[in-house]
Nanobody
Framework: QVQLVESGGGLVQAGDSLRLSCTAS????????MGWFRQVPGKERDFVAG????????SYGDSVKGRCTISRDKDKKIVTLQINSLNPEDTAIYYC????????????WGQGTQVTVSS
């Protein structure tokens, strides 16, 4: 199993930047990629960004493309999400997830961290 713990959420103002971190532990040697998702109550969970663990290849959701950077520190087993130019529509619970090689879905999820952007 993989355990994921998010940190860095909170209340910020529109226009600010925010950095979220996700620390992985457990069977991390089997991780193929990690991702960030976000969810607003009553809505589906949306993909924010993803990164492959070994190669560091990144991908981004349309809602944050151009404002967001995902990175990973393999030694520390931390994945970081930086979002710039935050707006109230970015308010959500942000989740970190990991996926094993060969898995079609994300296998493990963190408990989430709340991000609230005030106007």
């Amino acid at each position: 199993q993989v355990q994921l713990v998010e940190s860095g959420g909170g209340l910020v103002q529109a226009g600010d930047s925010l950095r979220l971190s996700c620390t992985a532990s457990g069977r991390t040697f089997s991780i193929y990629s990690m991702g960030w998702f976000r969810q607003v109550p009553g809505k589906e969970r949306d993909f924010v960004a993803g990164i492959t663990w070994t190669e560091g290849k990144t991908s981004y959701g349309d809602s944050v493309k151009g404002r967001c950077t995902i990175s990973r520190d393999k030694d520390k087993k931390i994945v970081t999400l930086q979002i710039n130019s935050l707006n109230p529509e970015d308010t959500a619970i942000y989740y970190c997830a990991s996926r094993y090689r060969g898995s079609s879905t994300y296998d493990y999820w963190g408990q989430g961290t709340q991000v609230t952007v005030s106007s």
